[in-house]
């Protein structure tokens, strides 16, 4: 069964910082895109990092550039997000996706992870 589940999710402070994974099982990431997008409530879903398969192209939204940053591990399966200087509008559901061939774009995703919750409050 193809599955990728995120982790690392978690309440903290304004300009804390939170190390998100999204971990594959069932198939390799070697050659998928893997992107980061999140889901505030009331919102939609909007893109926030990705990666392409050899880790060579990223792209950052506007709002988190210089702040996140996304990188994979292929020999592990797994792609991370750094967020630091985390703020309370950064609080949503973060949920990571593969597909082949370079996109950030929402739609064109094949796999979908369970999402992980960020929350930013003091």
């Known amino acids: 069964q193809l599955q990728l589940v995120e982790s690392g999710g978690g309440l903290v402070q304004p300009g804390g910082s939170l190390r998100l994974s999204c971990a594959a099982s069932?198939?390799?990431?070697?050659?998928?895109?893997i992107g980061w997008f999140r889901q505030a409530p009331g919102k939609e879903r909007e893109r926030v990092s990705c990666?392409?398969?050899?880790?060579?192209?990223?792209y950052y939204a506007d709002s988190v550039k210089g702040r996140f940053t996304i990188s994979r591990d292929n020999a592990k399966n797994t792609v991370y997000l750094q967020l630091n200087s985390l703020k309370p509008e950064d609080t949503a559901i973060y949920y990571c996706a593969a597909r082949v061939g370079y996109s950030c774009y929402v739609s064109g995703y094949d796999y979908w992870g369970q999402g992980t919750q960020v929350t930013v409050s003091s």
């Open positions: 990666i392409n398969s050899r880790g060579g192209s990223t």
């Open positions: 069932g198939f390799t990431l070697d050659y998928y895109t």
